[in-house]
């Protein structure tokens, strides 16, 4: 034996010095700043969300609703049936926009001239007449008769009842007003200088457009004096190089861009002067234009817009005509206050006159816009819906959905249980691995390439989307597919092959069943995926105004995504509110999926 020579000395941990404790409080520190970052960002990232979900919700919300028109139509016989058929089909062909706009026009008989006519009408969408149509066809006993219909109302005028136009002020007159007349250019006399408020408002509107405009003009100076310095150092180098071209080009550029915003300084400096002299001048009678809140007077039924406002006086043109000339009372009469420019909204004051009167009476209501689902796409953001898109998403998914989960099982299976251990497979689980992390655009350049350009496939079609979105989830159908084989312990298929099954019974009889919940949750999240990918279906032409609604595979489509993309660009403002409408639709349909995998996973998943 050898002996063994123990330590002479024992080792002490130190516990009590004031050393350790400070170590151990530090400790203490490290893990709770730990915590308190871990729940920070946590928080940060819910606040985002938060953020980003009420933002779409704000502004979707509008588009699930329509305001709408309740008008007595007269379905007059010559208009829409004047051999008095009855059939369908020659019903259908009637000119059912006349009687709507008749309609709509009774209800202004003052408006005769050709201009407020065209204003008049073009409150009313383009398919205002379709639902009347529709009811008329299913009930031809309806021509000649008087009925009580539903006017769509153009994108601009609904927008504006949903709150998107203009503020409306409005209050009492204190004190006797007179008007001069009924229609026309008119004057309206108040007693008690009602006026006066709202002539100090126009002031302090002047006076805040004179500070805007006198920083514009010094923002233009400053660019000038840039220029300036920039000219100078152009006319040293030509001075050392007289013979440089490109240097002359330059500086004569420059030359003519500084006196051009020297003008423009000239400019600016007068409007703010002149904005400023109008402030100054207190108690001075202010001539209104287009770029002022406008001021209007509803007295004895009726509207003036004010063009010349003073303390006690108004100047204005009649929107809507007065009932009579007589002396209003004290609170019978009201100062309206459009408090947003007609330049910087879709409906002018005429306009609002007319949709604020048809409010008064009771012809105006909002309804639950089913036609956002039930319709197609359309260039009129009233009449446009997401029908298309959906059941375009659906035969995408359809077709992805029946080829990749087949392939995607059956080679996760080989790869899995049959398939030699070899170099040959390793590269190929290798490129299974990288594919899943390729850009999705990839996958469209090749189905660009392939299935468009060398097969001839149609474009922009279900059967194509659904070609490359197969492409696309495949990877993940099969590493998630092979992630839930793996998870089946091996016992199970060694007792299958213990009693006497072969290698597929014991496969396809007592794995695959127990692997399932793991593959179609690996399922649903790739199709998930794949209902949310834009930039591969951009490249195949999905990307196409498609206004049918596609009834097969091989019919033109889009899908949801791109609708919002193609949505999201254009100019129309109601259409900001249908692309917001449509991502909720969109996250709602991901919300739906991931929560079916969830629950999958929770329900039939084991754990061994």
Known sequence: MTDVALPTGTRTIDLTSDAAKARVRARYRAERRFQWYGL?????????IAVVLADITIKGIPAFTQYRLLLDVNVNQEDIDPRNSRDPAVIRTGDFASVVRNALRAQFPDVRDRSGRRLLDGILSSGAPDLLRERVVADPSLVGQTVKAPILLSDDADLYFKGLGTGIERHAGRGIATPSGITDEITVLSASNDFASELIAIKQTLSTRARRVRREADRVRDIVRQLDTRKAALERTLAAAPASASVQADLNGVTSEIESLTQRVRDLDGEAAALQARFDTAGSDEKLDETLPSVLVAINGGLVKVSELGSAKVTGRVLLPLDSATEAQPGSWQIVTYTTPETNRRVNDREVAWLERLRERGLVENVFNWAFFTSGDSREPELAGIRGALVGSALTLLVTLVLCLPIGVAAAIYLEEFAPKNRLTEVIEVNINNLAAVPSIVFGLLGL???????????????????????????TIII?????????????????????ASQQQAIFHHVLPLAMPGIMTGTIIGMAHALGETAPLLMIGMVAFIVEVPTGITDAATVLPVQIYLWSDLPEIAFQAKTAAAIMVLLVFLFIMNGAAIFLRKRFERRW
Do not use: D, H, Q, Y
Not at 40 to 48: D, K, N, S, V
């Open 40 to 48: 920070i960002a946590i928080g940060l990232t819910a606040l985002f």
């Open 480 to 500: 998630a597919s092979r992630a839930a084989l793996k998870a089946v312990p091996p016992s199970i298929k060694e007792a299958a092959l213990g009693v006497g």
């Open 449 to 475: 390439a392939m299935f468009l350009n060398f097969f001839g496939l149609p474009r922009s079609a279900p059967l194509v989307g659904g070609l490359v979105l197969a492409l696309l989830v495949l990877p």
